[in-house]
């Protein structure tokens, strides 16, 4: 994973089993920030595209989860790598 400016916009990072990635780079931001650019990026994002957020505030890790809950995404994975919290989490499929 390539490295960003904390508090750099999301971006398409590739595509990981057909779906969209995109990149969220919100280390050094704080509660509510994290949570506005994932939603932000995965409303641009087709039904089942995927994003990957990078988060230092351990805040996002409740909002992420209540964002999942609301919007019928899916938390994908959570991991902790060098104090950066990295969430991969799949928008909704379309119903139909």
């Known amino acids: 994973m390539r490295a960003l400016r904390a508090g750099r916009k999301a971006r398409e990072d590739g595509v990981v089993n057909g779906a969209e990635l995109v990149e969220v780079d919100a280390r050094g ?3 509510p920030i994290p949570i506005l650019r994932l939603a932000s ?3 641009r994002c087709p039904p089942g595209g995927r994003a ?5 505030d ?8 209540s964002y999942c809950l609301e919007t019928g995404a ?11 919290l990295i ?3 799949a928008k909704a499929e379309a119903l139909g």
């Open 29 to 31: 931001l704080y509660c």
């Open 41 to 43: 990026a995965l409303e």
């Open 52 to 56: 990957l957020l990078l988060a230092t």
């Open 58 to 65: 351990r805040d996002a890790i409740p909002d992420v989860d």
């Open 74 to 84: 899916t938390l994908i994975s959570l991991r902790e790598e060098n104090e950066v």
């Open 87 to 89: 969430f991969e989490v």
